[in-house]
């Protein structure tokens, strides 16, 4: 491990020996938020290990103890409860929580999932040790990439300026919308890592992926639109680490990462033979994918030189005839967990929402004093400035900063000047985590 620590070998088994799936009902509560902070430690120091570049004992846990199904059931499972419980938390009258941090922490939950999945995935072995969940997993990432793709086409992701007359239950809903847009990218990223392991994963697995859904085909319509990136205020912006960024002109060439865990999807599913040999390339699928041609400029080669077989490949697809579509009489296995959790819970949602009014979201004074220490104990900031991939950048201007919003933790300034400024856009968000520690 690095120098700075969060785990020593031993916890870090004991809390990934204790990792278990959790009812709809049961999240927010007691056990389930002791789970939540064990995933964040677990979260935090497989970020440090990978940083670090000396070992990666969280992934070797997870696969060893096979823990990894879990995972998946955890992060499909709090999926649907942000879909269907949380809703009708938003529609009760008689539901005016004075804190909502509890809330913010189960909608966290799938963001602390699936960065924990980014950042373990990267090893074939990961992918290997889901064993039939990776199905579940592809649906989960299909659902969060459709998603990015159609809120492109309305615009882009919400602005993260916050209404000035609205409800915390209103302000937790838009949060809850920000944070979706990053959840997809980090979805995007683990896709990309299975399509790594194309060669090795199941049929039923290949045919979801090129049949049910025709990845490729959303993975070109993701490169057209490319939800990452905008104009404003006539520069270009990336969205990286957690932040809109400008992008310097003499940058503006360079290939952005998520640009690349496209390329290199598409790399996978059209070059491998496995996929190849699924893959059917009818008229829709042939049009689509020749699309590519424009974007493969010298430019991209340079960066990305493998990318020369696959503008061969659309060289040949051009001159070559469609495909009819294929009906394979074959035995397909199914992803389940999204409909086992529906089939379970299905009418229950407003009596599931009650039940957490009553017994999980309203906690009394002294109960949030010890959950805020807890939070504070996991949340430890030179843990936290430890796995920052570079160095923080002003909210405001987006220069260097070295102050930090001493109200929240969270933003960061290079000014007291660009503090008061920004002030207007951050004061809102920062209620939720203020409010947590005025309960400390």
Known sequence: MGDLELLLPGEADVLVRGLRSFQLREMGSGGWNQQ?????????QAILDATASQGEPIQELLVTHGKIPTLVVELIAVEMWKQKVFPVL???????????????????????IINLLETVFFHKEVCESAEDTILDLV?????????????SGHGGPPEEEESQYGTPMQELQKQAELMEFEIALKALSVLRYITDCVDSLSLSTLSRMLSTHNLPCLLVELLEHSPWSRQEGGK????????????????????????????????????????????????????QLLKLRAFLTDTLLDQLPNLADLQGFLAHLALTEAQPPKKDLVLEQIPEIWERLERENRGKWQ??????LRHVFSPSEQELRLQARRWAETYRLDVLEAVAPEQPR????????????????????????????????????????????RAK
């Open 36 to 44: 939540h902070e064990n995933l964040e430690k677990l979260n935090m």
């Open 90 to 112: 938003c529609r009760l009258e008689d539901f005016k929580p004075p804190n909502t941090f509890p809330i913010y922490m189960v909608l966290h939950h799938e963001a602390s």
């Open 139 to 151: 649906d989960y990432c299909h659902r969060k990439l459709t998603l990015l793709v159609a809120q």
């Open 236 to 287: 270009l912006q990336q969205f990286e680490s957690g932040r809109w960024q400008t992008v310097s002109p003499s940058e503006q060439q360079k290939l952005s990462k998520l640009d690349g865990q496209v390329w290199i999807a598409l790399y996978n599913l059209l070059l491998s033979p496995e996929a190849r040999a699924r893959y059917c390339l009818t008229s829709f699928a042939k049009g």
């Open 351 to 356: 009596a599931i929402a009650k039940h957490q």
């Open 394 to 437: 002003c909210a405001y201007c987006n220069a260097e900063a070295s102050k930090r919003c001493s109200r929240c933790q969270n933003e960061w300034y290079c000014s007291r000047e660009c503090q008061v400024k920004h002030w207007e856009k951050h004061g809102k968000a920062c209620v939720p985590a203020a409010q947590g520690d």
